[in-house]
């Protein structure tokens, strides 16, 4: 079945030390996102990539970081994981075309615990 | 500014009872909605979307949801609730360009 992977599924992390959260996906989208969603509330955007092209949410801090090497896979690099980001890390993926978006669909997430 | 808000936080209802989620939104035209659903420690399950048409859509699991522009209205329903219903529901509304906007969710209980 197509699908979005996410791994790990858990992964816990020292306070400052670098973790990067892993995406993929066999959907053939062009528009692959990274939301952060702590507990009791809603997924909050941190950044997507159209293509090739990254989007940056004007509120995002400078710890997180993502690449995209090639339509399948997603990366977030998180530089100097605080306490506060300790969250939930969800990977969604959907079909662009111009400026029409079609449906988002989320992988299963990564809880991220720091330490 | 675009919105959306779901009123209530945390329903409980039995099993067997029929469901209704409320979802209001704040947009200037005519908005692409969605409904997911989240089991705790899970990822977003798409349940039903409305993009035009047909305001009445039928989604996965028995849900419906009915859109109504006059009242800026996406409310989710379900005639008879099972127990594996319990999760966190979130209305979303999709404008151009992707960016999806949350409501806040609404934590559902089912009672035995």
């Known amino acids: 079945d197509a699908m979005v992977i996410q791994n790990p599924r858990y992964q816990v992390t020292q306070f400052g030390k670098p973790v990067t959260l892993s995406c993929s996906q066999t959907?053939?989208?062009?528009?692959m996102y990274w939301y952060q969603q702590k507990s009791s509330q809603a997924p909050k955007l941190l950044f997507h990539?159209?293509?090739?092209?990254?989007?940056n949410e004007a509120d995002t801090p400078d710890n997180f970081q993502s690449r995209r090497p090639n339509t399948s896979f997603c990366f977030l690099d998180i530089r100097s994981p605080g306490l506060g980001d300790a969250a939930m890390y969800l990977c969604?993926?959907?079909?662009?075309?111009?400026?029409?978006?079609?449906?988002?669909?989320f992988g299963p997430g990564t809880r991220l615990t720091v330490l | 500014a675009q919105s959306v808000t779901q009123p209530d936080i945390h329903i409980t209802v039995s099993e067997g009872a029929s469901l209704e989620l409320r979802c209001n939104y704040s947009?200037?035209?005519?908005?692409?909605l969605f409904w997911y659903v989240q089991s705790p420690g899970q990822g977003l399950q798409l349940l039903l979307k409305?993009?035009?048409?047909?305001?009445l859509v039928q989604g996965i699991k028995g849900f419906e949801a009915e859109f109504k522009r006059s009242q800026s209205s996406f409310n989710l329903r379900k005639p008879s609730v099972h127990w594996s219903d319990a999760a966190e529901y979130f209305c979303?509304?999709?404008?151009?360009?992707?960016?999806?906007?949350f409501g806040q969710g609404t934590e559902l209980s089912v009672k035995p």
């Open positions: 969604a993926t959907s079909r662009a075309s111009g400026q029409t978006t079609d449906t988002q669909y």
């Open positions: 959907l053939n989208h062009n528009v």
């Open positions: 990539y159209y293509d090739k092209d990254f989007n």
């Open positions: 947009y200037g035209a005519t908005p692409y």
């Open positions: 409305y993009f035009s048409g047909d305001t």
């Open positions: 979303a509304v999709g404008p151009l360009g992707g960016k999806l906007i």
